[in-house]
């Protein structure tokens, strides 16, 4: 097995862009609307999760999960998309995350491949309004894949696709299922976000200022010939 770094796999809302927030003001909206209480910590548990598995569980945080029909259902997430996608109609390129597009630059100067994995079926929007659509080797999003995060099959894929084994791939997430689904797929992950939450990956940051291509190589170098 060969001990070298050759991808870097990245989750998009919360770590290349702040989208997460955007996605947390529209459940509130719509919880809010169904006389749900909602918090930020539930939120937390909502991060990486698909749109209908979200609504799901918002749900039964008031037991009314059997209260509406499957149409039903489809209204309520496609009302909740409707507000995340107003919010999202402003994103810029300067609404990249501060500290990713010189991560990216530095991963690329050391030949690095970089992917994309996420489970939002707006990832490719959100992409293009960044202007980060071609900085990326390959893009998985939700509509190629079957099984959301935690399952590490869209991470599995994205290296795949990038004719990399998982072992040479990093993945950065914000979520904890995120973290999780690239554990789950053999890789090493850095998370950004809050320590204890996140304290299954192998680097943990705060925030994405502190990302650092060298400190994350040496890192993964380290665990690697562990
Ligand atoms: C993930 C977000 O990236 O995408 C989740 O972390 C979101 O919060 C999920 O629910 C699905 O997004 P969308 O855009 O398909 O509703
Ligand atoms: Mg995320």
């Known amino acids: 097995m060969e001990k070298q770094l050759k991808a870097i796999i990245f989750d998009l809302d919360g770590v290349i862009t702040d989208t997460a927030e955007y996605h ?6 719509l919880s809010e609307e169904l006389g749900i209480p909602f918090t930020r910590q539930f939120n937390e548990e909502l991060k990486g999760i698909s749109r209908m598995e979200s609504l799901e569980k ?3 945080l008031s037991r009314k999960q059997n209260e509406f029909t499957e149409k039903e259902k489809e209204n309520l997430a496609a009302r909740k998309n409707s507000l995340y996608c107003r919010l999202i109609e402003k994103i810029t390129p300067k609404d990249i ?3 990713i597009s010189e991560f990216i630059a530095a991963s690329k100067l050391h030949n690095i491949k970089i992917g994309l994995a996420s489970v939002s079926k707006n990832a490719f929007t959100v992409m293009r309004r960044l202007e980060l659509l071609n900085e990326f080797d390959t893009i998985v999003d939700a ?3 079957k099984n959301g995060k935690p399952d590490p099959e869209i ?4 290296a795949e696709q990038l004719g990399v084994n998982p072992v040479n791939c990093i993945g950065i997430e914000d979520a904890e299922a995120g973290v999780t689904a690239i554990k789950a797929a053999g890789m090493f992950a850095v998370g950004i976000g809050d320590q204890q939450r996140l304290a299954q990956a192998d680097l943990i940051y705060h925030v994405t200022t502190e990302l650092r291509f060298d400190e994350i190589l040496n890192a993964f170098v380290k665990k690697l010939n562990q």
């Open 143 to 145: 509509k190629t894949i």
């Open 155 to 158: 991470f599995m894929r994205a």
């Open 97 to 99: 995350l501060p500290g």
């Open 24 to 29: 947390f003001l529209a459940w509130q909206t």
């Open 58 to 60: 918002i749900l039964a």
